[in-house]
């Protein structure tokens, strides 16, 4: 099955009082271009999210983001400098008394002193987060692939629908390749009839005209690979996996046997079916370029 490149996914995980969260979204693009941002101290894990996330998604421009939150206890320490706290006690009282004014001095006036209190941070292991938040992008690239399935499943029925058009339309042309021939010989016989009258043709001379023309305006080969590329158009559909290229491709050739058609007919209502049939394939490249 097929997968749209257009997607979001989220995802979440917790370890040592922290709670990491994955989002990831994407959009059309040629080629996989991947853009992560995160919180400057966990730079470090941009690499390991980076090979994870191209292990899932082959094309389309992601944009991945790494939030953090405290989720209660972290382990961090807070520390009191008590001598340095007595030393400025000491100094705020001799101030006090030296000058003859009072102390206001209170606990709180020690928290917007430098250095009183310092806050120590416990120790993160690095591989177990790097292994938390990885854990949390999987659950994201889940919930990411759910939709694009889910966005592919549409694109399917709608390109089979095109793909059947074609198909009708290039049968038709089968139909009508025939007439075309027997048409232009009824012209000619016409034709000469009006300027010979009663008088006799070269019989050979016109079957000789006919399989020139015949053979000018013969759109067999074209309409057998067409028809192929059809087949292998739905059979890549069916198949799935990362065949947006493949078909981008694909199409080109498609487009390239129906100009061959409408050049070579030389019928009018030929024509019409190749402008038809040139409009659905137009439709499917559009298409396509939703397709990883």
Same mark, same amino acid.
Not at 217 to 220: G, L
């Given at each position: 099955m097929i997968k749209s490149m257009t %997607?979001? %996914?989220a995802g979440k995980a917790e370890f040592n009082g922290k709670v990491f969260t994955v989002e990831l979204k994407s959009v059309n693009s040629r080629y996989s271009d991947f853009s992560i941002k995160m919180p400057r101290i966990y730079t470090y894990l *941009?690499?390991?999210? @980076?090979k994870a996330a191209a292990l899932r998604i082959n094309r389309g421009k992601v944009d991945i983001y790494l939030n953090v *939150?405290?989720?209660g206890e972290d382990g961090s320490v807070v520390n !009191? &400098?008590?001598a340095l706290a007595e030393e400025y006690l000491k100094a705020l009282r001799n101030l006090a008394t030296q000058f003859g004014i009072p102390s206001n001095a209170?606990? /709180?006036t020690f928290l917007r002193i430098p250095d009183v209190f310092t806050v120590d941070k416990a120790e993160e292991n690095a591989e177990l987060i790097t292994q938390t938040v990885i854990a949390a992008l999987n659950e994201a690239l889940d919930n990411f692939d759910k939709m694009r399935i889910a966005e592919g499943e549409k694109l399917t029925r709608d390109l089979c629908e095109h793909l059947k058009f074609i198909q009708n339309a290039t049968e038709e042309v089968e139909k009508r390749s025939p007439k075309i021939v027997d048409e232009y010989r009824a012209r000619i016989e016409e034709r000469m009839r009006d300027i010979l009258g009663s008088a006799t043709y070269d019989e050979t001379r016109l079957m000789t005209e006919v399989a020139i023309f015949s053979d000018k !305006? $013969? !759109? $067999?080969e074209e309409t057998v690979r067409l028809k192929s590329h059809i087949s292998q158009f739905e059979k890549m559909l069916a198949?799935? %996996?990362s065949v947006g290229r493949k078909i981008d491709f694909l199409i080109q050739e498609? &487009? @390239? /046997?129906?100009n061959t058609i409408g050049s070579k007919s030389n019928d009018l209502e030929v024509a019409r079916i190749v402008i038809d049939v040139k409009a659905e394939i137009e439709k499917l490249r559009e298409q396509i370029q939703n397709v990883e």
């Open positions: %997607g979001y %996914g *941009e690499d390991p999210m @980076r *939150e405290s989720s !009191v &400098n008590t209170t606990a /709180e !305006v $013969n !759109v $067999n198949d799935g %996996g498609m &487009n @390239r /046997e129906i």
